[in-house]
């Protein structure tokens, strides 16, 4: 089988890439609107950029009327959002942020999460989240058409807030964490048969 990507329609190409590029981890991003609602909703087209500075990638995809999202409207006025992890206990929230609610529904109150106060910006962070990045817009990047194209967001983590129990030394213990993954269709992963490569760190540090 050979694809050639321009040939596929939107739909055609979200299968594709989004069951090849797997898994994906999941970002699930809070902000808070001009309106002073909080939004929370899942993006997996996501990634770590760069270390120093910490670096943040996401894209972020227009709603099928050809409008932009809340997660993305609300980046674009406060400059910020914070990207709270996935763990399996948050899975069923976390999907249920996924629907379009209306602009002006708190969706923390609709998935029953609680929003905390971040120390380094204006987005609010979930509570129930093992690790919370407070994130700075640095720059947003505009691709293709409406609405198959996307914005991909980069940001700064300013602030990284991490539950003591997950934490020893200098990282997070994997085995604790329990990390979902996502797959592509409806499709998600845990973490459930982790093993390790020796020395292969060395090529990356
Ligand atoms: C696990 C998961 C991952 C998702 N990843 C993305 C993504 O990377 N980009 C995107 O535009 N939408 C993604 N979505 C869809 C958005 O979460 C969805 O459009 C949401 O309604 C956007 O909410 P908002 O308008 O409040 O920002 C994903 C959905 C799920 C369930």
């Given amino acids: ?4 990507p321009a040939n596929l329609n939107k739909r055609e190409s979200h299968e594709l890439f989004m069951s090849a590029i797997v898994p994906r981890p999941i970002a699930f991003v809070s902000t808070v609107g001009e309106d002073g609602i909080f939004n929370l909703a899942p993006f997996s087209c996501f990634t770590s950029l760069c270390l120093k500075p910490a670096l943040i990638c996401l894209s972020i995809g227009w709603k099928r009327d050809g409008k932009k999202k809340d997660t993305l409207r609300n980046i674009e006025f406060t400059k910020d959002f914070v990207i709270n992890v996935v763990d399996e206990s948050l899975g069923e929230p976390m999907h249920l942020a996924s629907f379009e ?9 609709e998935v029953g999460l609680t929003p905390k106060k971040s120390d380094r910006v204006k987005a609010p962070r979930v509570a129930e989240s093992p690790v919370n990045m407070e994130c700075e817009l640095i720059r947003v990047l505009e691709f ?16 990284v807030h991490v539950k003591d129990e997950l934490w020893s030394v200098d990282h997070i213990i994997i085995s604790k964490f329990k990390p979902l993954g996502r797959l592509g269709e409806e499709l998600y992963c845990r973490a459930a048969e982790i093993f390790e490569m020796k020395e292969s760190l060395k090529f990356f540090i």
């Fill in 1 to 4: 089988m050979k694809i050639i």
């Fill in 101 to 109: 609610f209306p602009s002006d529904v708190d969706e923390f109150k």
């Fill in 144 to 159: 293709g058409e409406i609405p198959s194209g996307c914005h991909v967001i980069i940001g700064k983590v300013v602030l």
